[in-house]
């Protein structure tokens, strides 16, 4: 089965801090995402990488960066953590292809205060 | 760009009841569509895809959905919906925008199951 890991389910934080979110998936799969899901607004992208060191912006990139130094590891970093980033984060990964499903890991609820 | 309208925020049903949640897209050409189901405290499952052919498509769990492209739709049905379904359910539709295969979500229907 398809594995994708989140570094840790539950994280609190303090304004200003940097935070750095990780994701590790098994399965050689080339794009790896990042979203973050609010109560009535769903899953929005954040960031997504196709390959090693690439990545492009999604609807939501503001305060927020990424890393893909190795196919299978993609992190997301919050450089000064405000409260308006508590929040799901959702990590997920695919083959290429239009057609190919996402597989999510279990996600990370971040607390900032 | 794409867009995807899940126009029931919640819904409840009761155990053995059928289950009908509503999915609507915006896109020009045949669009690759997906549900997903997200347990409480779990990250997102797929339930089933659709890209050509068939316009009836089955999932797992025994969830079916049906593509109409004259209504832009894609609506999830189950015809009996066990306490387990209880869940928050997305549709979500391909971006073609850029690289990779982005989707685009819904905002999510959260069903209840009354027993």
């Known amino acids: 089965d398809v594995k994708v890991t989140q570094s840790s389910r539950y994280l609190v934080k303090r304004t200003g801090e940097k935070v750095f979110l990780e994701c590790v998936q098994d399965?050689?799969?080339?794009?790896m995402f990042w979203y973050r899901q609010d109560p009535g607004l769903g899953l929005r992208l954040i960031y997504f990488?196709?390959?090693?060191?690439?990545?492009e912006k999604g609807d939501i990139p503001e305060g927020y960066s990424v890393s893909r130094e190795k196919k299978e590891r993609f992190s997301l970093i919050l450089e000064s953590a405000s409260t308006n980033q508590t929040s799901m984060y959702l990590c997920a990964s695919s083959y290429g292809g239009y057609d190919n499903e996402q597989f999510f890991g279990p996600g990370t609820r971040l607390t900032v205060l | 760009a794409q867009s995807v309208t899940q126009p029931d925020i919640h819904i409840t049903v009761s155990e053995g009841a059928s289950l009908e949640l509503r999915c609507n897209y915006s896109y020009g050409a045949t669009p690759y569509l997906f549900w997903y189901v997200q347990s409480p405290g779990q990250g997102l499952q797929l339930l089933l895809k659709y890209f050509s052919g068939d316009t009836l498509v089955q999932g797992i769990k025994g969830f079916e959905a049906e593509f109409k492209r004259s209504q832009s739709s894609f609506n999830l049905r189950k015809p009996s919906v066990h306490w387990s379904d209880a869940a928050e359910y997305f549709c979500a539709v391909v971006d073609y925008t850029g690289g990779g295969n982005k989707l685009t979500f819904g905002t999510g229907t959260q069903l209840k199951v009354e027993l």
């Open positions: 990488s196709y390959d090693v060191k690439m990545k």
């Open positions: 399965m050689d799969h080339e794009n």
